[in-house]
């Protein structure tokens, strides 16, 4: 991959794509059949220092990948970018692309409780990005969230412009938010694949005594091995099985430990060493946090 081109400033941008510039320095809002780039021009990395929202459809051809996975954009897709993550395009031409781009930096949330909360979306952190496709119901909605937010910005600034452009950032957050949901559980087979690699990671770490050498898998170790996010994989299994990924790895402890504290005659520390706890009451607290008992409770109820 080369050294991707950095775009420092929404004005930089508008700049690149050859649109007007920006009445606000912090937040944009555009429809790709403004963007006026040579119809010969080939994009291929960009990283930026701000969030990139946008739908496209109608793509000329070429692939996008984000993280490692490859989209084509001949199917229309929504996808959402973080400051400072990659956006690599393959021979992806903008000539007749249909959609629109929405724009912010950062600082625009400040003094908002968006301003943190964005951080909490799944969606912007993973680095092996999961495509949105929407319905033309959900379409329409995430549609008309933008609309009304062009709107604003395009009014007379008053006191109250901010609020309710910052106001519709957050509806078109939060409704992005329900539609991966629904997409993580329309998804299933993609998502039962991903669940059954996570077990066959699991059991390989249980099965082979590689927890007393190296200690319990972490959630980004997992993640690694299965070429997804820490963040994406956690949403994932939280939407199909109701836990996140740390728990999925506790789940599997608990398992190992009831079975040597009930078959077994090492002592509660020998058991937690083995399962990869440098400190026994770690494990004494997990157990009982887990289980409503300690670990020599639970023995002793087998004999």
């Keep these: 991959m080369k050294t991707p081109s950095k775009v420092s400033s929404i004005s930089a941008l508008h700049q690149f794509l050859g649109l007007a510039k920006p009445s606000n320095p912090l937040i944009s809002v555009f429809n790709f059949d403004e963007v006026k780039l040579e119809p010969e021009t080939i994009l291929k990395a960009i990283t930026t220092d701000f969030y990139v929202i946008a739908i496209k459809k109608d793509c000329a051809g070429g ?81 008309d969230i933008v609309e009304n937010l062009s709107s604003e910005m395009d009014n007379n600034i008053d006191a109250f412009t901010q609020d309710l452009i910052v106001s519709n950032i957050d509806l078109l957050l ?39 050498e190296k200690g319990a898998p972490t959630v980004q170790l997992i993640a690694g091995e299965l070429h997804v996010s820490a963040n994406y994989l956690s949403d994932m299994l939280r939407a199909q099985t109701g836990q996140t990924t740390q728990q ?47 670990p020599l409770e639970y023995r002793t109820s087998f004999n």
């Design 63 to 143: 692939k996008c990948r984000y993280g490692q996975q490859y989209y084509d954009f001949e199917e229309g897709i929504m996808y959402f970018i973080a400051p400072h993550q990659v956006l690599q395009f393959d021979d992806v031409l903008l000539n007749g692309v249909r959609g629109f781009v929405l724009v912010f930096h950062p600082d625009f949330l400040q003094g908002y409780p968006l301003a943190a909360a964005v951080r909490e979306y799944g969606y912007f952190s993973y680095s092996a990005n999961e495509a949105l496709h929407l319905s033309e119901k959900e379409e329409k909605s995430v549609m």
């Design 174 to 212: 939060k409704y992005c938010g329900r539609f991966y949901n629904r997409q993580f559980l329309t998804r299933k087979k993609a998502n039962s694949n991903l669940l059954t690699k996570l077990e066959a990671v699991l059991d390989k770490y249980f099965k082979n005594d590689i927890l007393a």
């Design 248 to 294: 999925h790895i506790q789940n599997r402890l608990i398992e190992k430990a009831k079975e040597l504290l009930s078959t077994s005659s090492f002592s509660v520390s020998e058991i937690a060493f083995q399962l990869g706890f440098e400190h026994p009451q770690s494990f004494h607290r997990l157990f009982k946090n887990r289980t409503s008992v300690s």
